[in-house]
């Protein structure tokens, strides 16, 4: 799976909107971009995921740039229960694809 | 519906003993992933199988661990003869098919070896 970046940390006020950011400059055509998060102590949680067009769903919002090398999640109003570490994880569509590779994420904090 | 399950819990086993962790996959789903997060690192690969069938077993080390996925019943991560090292959080996740499927993980095992 193709690298992706991601800042290690960020800060949220409660009821304000998050923006999350992940580069992923060598992503192929085939790669999917998954979105968990992993609430402290807990397993990590699908969040969304995409291929070229923007989608939402109830937990967020991802935004897939035009040239596919970077994409953000969107959190439209953050909560203390969305403190998490995030991450952003590329998958190729093809069917023998199934290791999901976590990097260390964004480690996000909401301030009351 | 209930989610992926894993137990127990938490499980604390002293150096040379045997750790057995248990994982439920969501109803309707035959893949079961096995991931370990060490502290303070990110989750790594460890095995996929499907029932009966180990399909990758990659991330796994060489030697004192084991998966399986039997026709009834749980999949079983076993640690043999653990060691300090094997302290970790172990995520199981499952999938209704492989490729683009999301998969859902469980709440995990904290393995403390004393």
């Known amino acids: 799976d193709a690298k992706t970046t991601q800042p290690n940390s960020m800060e949220s006020n409660e009821e304000e909107p998050v923006h999350l950011p992940c580069n992923h400059s060598?992503?192929?055509?085939?790669?999917?971009i998954h979105w968990y998060r992993q609430l402290p102590s807990q397993g990590p949680e699908y969040v969304i995921h995409g291929l070229t067009s923007n989608v939402n769903n109830r937990m967020a919002s991802l935004a897939i740039a035009e040239d596919r090398k970077s994409s953000t999640l969107i959190l439209h109003r953050a909560t203390l229960r969305d403190a998490a570490v995030y991450y952003c994880?590329?998958?190729?569509?093809?069917?023998?694809?199934?290791?999901?590779?976590f990097g260390k994420g964004t480690k996000l904090s909401v301030i009351p | 519906n209930a989610g992926v399950m894993q137990n127990p819990r938490h499980l604390v086993r002293r150096r040379g003993q045997e750790a057995r962790l248990r994982c439920s996959p969501m109803?309707?789903?035959?893949?079961v992933y096995w991931y370990r997060q060490l502290p303070e690192e990110g989750l790594k690969f460890m095995v996929y199988l499907q029932k009966e069938n180990i399909i990758d077993e990659s991330g796994m080390p060489k030697e004192r661990f084991s998966a399986e996925f039997p026709k009834e019943g749980p999949s079983i991560l076993r640690i043999q003869q653990v060691v300090r090292g094997d302290s970790a959080a172990y995520f199981c996740?499952?999938?209704?098919?492989?490729?683009?499927?999301?998969?859902?993980f469980g709440p995990g095992t904290r393995l403390l070896v004393l």
């Open positions: 109803k309707g789903h035959s893949h």
């Open positions: 994880i590329l998958r190729d569509s093809g069917a023998g694809s199934y290791q999901l590779t």
């Open positions: 060598t992503i192929s055509g085939t790669d999917y």
């Open positions: 996740a499952s999938s209704a098919a492989t490729g683009r499927e999301t998969q859902y």
